[in-house]
């Protein structure tokens, strides 16, 4: 798909459609500022949805209500599996090392 490239201002005018619109069309979008500083905004991942009309509906109770039972059932399933504090002494002192890998982005 070709790169659309667009002005600040008509982002900043319309940034809910510009938004829409890369994660629709998977497109990707250079936005260009008036001093020629640029900006590529592209989707990170795919985004399935089967029914559009479900983003907009509000979950059911049902729903609800196994989304709650699921959390409470997870609450607390990894006690007795990890000695918590042993593995945050464990991530101070690895802060610490000077060996560490450079963060990359």
């Known amino acids: ?3 659309r490239r667009i002005g600040l201002a008509e982002l900043v005018a319309n940034a809910a459609d510009v938004f829409s619109d890369v994660l629709r069309d998977r497109a990707t979008v ?6 020629g500083g640029q ?4 989707p990170v991942r795919p985004r399935v949805v089967e029914d559009p009309e479900e983003i907009k509906r509000p979950p059911t109770p049902e729903e609800v209500e196994r989304t709650l039972e699921g959390i409470n059932r997870a609450a607390g399933s990894w006690k007795g599996l990890v000695d918590a504090e042993a593995f ?3 991530i101070r002192e690895r802060r610490r ?3 560490r890998p450079p963060v990359r982005f």
Do not use: W
């Not at 250079?30 to 001093?35: C, L, Q, S, T, Y």
């Not at 900006?39 to 592209?42: I, Q, W």
């Open 30 to 35: 250079v936005i260009e500022d008036e001093h």
């Open 1 to 3: 798909m070709a790169t």
């Open 39 to 42: 900006v590529m905004m592209t």
């Open 88 to 90: 945050k002494a464990y």
């Open 97 to 99: 090392t000077k060996n």
